[in-house]
């Protein structure tokens, strides 16, 4: 069986450089109130996660959402930039085992977002 997909990353090709292009991701990230959780520098790879302390789930495990959004940035061979931006929302549970999330359908949030973020750095 085939695993459900909470989100499809959303892709549009740009004339400005990849290095230009992941620097403006970067800066975005952080205007739109995102938080660097990884970055890769040599693949112009990252992700940014937002917490979102005033959701709820009636559930005594539940902590808190994580609004995530990831990125890739990718030369292509005619000459454009690739920008892939995929926007997740995950619940995070206290469980035995310590910190759990969960993915969730993606929020509007996250989605408005993304949206943001590809319209900051179309180039």
Do not use: N
């Not at 660097?36 to 495990?61: A, C, F, H, V, W």
């Not at 995929?86 to 993915?103: H, K, N």
């Amino acid at each position: 069986a085939c695993a459900q997909r909470y989100s499809e990353p959303v892709t549009i090709r740009t004339s400005a450089a990849p290095q230009e292009t992941f620097e403006c991701v970067k800066r975005q990230l952080d205007t739109l109130g995102y938080k660097e959780s990884t970055i890769d520098t040599d693949e112009l790879r990252i992700t940014g996660t937002k917490l979102d302390m005033k959701g709820r789930r009636p559930d005594t495990q539940f902590r808190r959402l994580l609004e995530r959004l990831e990125v890739d940035v990718s030369p292509e061979a005619d000459g454009q930039t690739s920008l892939a931006v995929q926007g997740r929302t995950f619940a995070e549970y206290t469980t035995q085992r310590g910190p759990t999330e969960v993915e969730e359908s993606a929020s509007d949030e996250v989605k408005t977002a993304r949206q943001r973020l590809l319209e900051r750095c179309r180039g």
